[in-house]
């Protein structure tokens, strides 16, 4: 039995999130499935997942490892001895929610061998509950990214698309599948270090820095579109995010070219998604756009998809 964890695209509001505004965004159809096999000779906690090359003990001084470790810690379970063999559809440090996946996924895998061991022990046990998934996997994002929001994992945990508040959690929106291009571009960076550069971009005005005010407000306005079907709407509500994006320095000269390409081909709007510093872009367009947009990206070895969300 294998247990899954989605990859997420933020849609609009990154970053500002963090300091308590909404966020639009949406689980990918795609992300990390996890499933546990005893280690063999009764080894200790392990992890397996040959796509992103990781094999690791939770003793080990990798990030994955420390997340690993801090799941098992908040579920209080030690250090079973179980390898958890997982397959990723996708890329690691690409700002698509791959560690969030991550962690939902391992959560998820180790509450199953728990709850059927305690019931082999003839423990009466609960069906698994969301909040503790989302509670064990949150644990390893704070970890991983400092300061998260805790969108990544909502999504992660939950899928479909919807409204994150770091207050209220996902508030679910009902859509028509919405179609968007994904760029992702290669390049790797940490979360956490844009999270910090954000952080200093803004110490003197803090949550109330007008840059984060307005990514805010447009993640409000580009919602209020989406659920008109006013895509030009939420297009130039996305292209407004990523600059205030890049003026709080999260943008790199790559992502920008990558939004630049896809609207001179027509797309209703692009800008990155996730931390940014690299990691992936969006865009949506036209139906009959999206090639040329792909094309275009293609042109500069970005190997972009189109994704579903919502529907
Ligand atoms: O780096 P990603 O794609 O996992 O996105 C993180 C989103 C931020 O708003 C930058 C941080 C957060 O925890 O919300």
Not at 17 to 40: N, S
Not at 58 to 76: M, N, R, S, T, Y
Not at 172 to 193: D, E, K, M, N
Request: with cysteine.
């Amino acid at each position: 039995m294998s247990h899954i964890g989605l990859g997420k695209i933020i849609l609009l509001g990154e970053h500002a999130v963090v300091y308590g505004y909404p966020a639009l965004a949406a689980a990918l159809d795609r992300g990390v499935r996890i499933g546990a096999v005893p280690t063999p000779a009764g080894g200790t906690l392990r992890v397996d997942i040959p796509s992103w090359n990781v094999k690791l003990t939770a003793e080990d001084d990798h990030p994955l490892a420390l997340a690993l470790g801090a799941i098992a810690d908040k579920l209080g379970i030690g250090r079973p001895p179980v390898t958890l063999v997982g397959e990723a559809q996708i890329p690691p440090g690409a700002g698509l929610g791959a560690s969030a996946a991550f962690g939902v996924a391992i959560a998820r895998a180790l509450i199953d061998y728990r709850d059927r061991r305690a019931a082999a022990a003839g423990v009466v046990v609960a069906a698994p509950q969301l909040t503790e998934v989302i509670a064990a996997a949150n644990a390893s994002e704070e970890l991983i990214h400092g300061r998260a929001s805790g969108v990544d994992v909502a999504l992660a945990a939950t899928g479909g698309i919807g409204v994150f508040r770091k207050a209220g959690g996902l508030r679910p929106i009902h859509i028509p599948a919405l179609r968007v291009i994904v760029g992702p571009s290669g390049a790797q960076r940490s979360t956490a270090a844009m999270v910090e550069r954000v952080a200093e971009a803004t110490t003197t005005a803090g949550a109330d820095d007008p840059r984060l005010r307005e990514l805010g407000s447009l993640a409000d306005s580009g919602t209020r579109a989406l659920l008109a079907k006013d895509f030009a709407g939420l297009g130039a509500a996305m292209d407004r995010a990523h600059a205030l994006l890049g003026e709080l320095g999260v943008s790199t000269p790559l992502l920008d070219g990558l939004c630049e390409a896809a609207r001179r081909v027509g797309a209703f709007g692009a800008k990155l998604t996730g931390a940014g510093g690299g990691g992936a872009v969006i865009a949506i367009a036209p139906r009959d756009k999206e090639d040329a947009v792909l094309a275009a990206w293609r042109t500069a070895k970005v190997d972009g998809f189109v994704t579903k969300v919502g529907g």
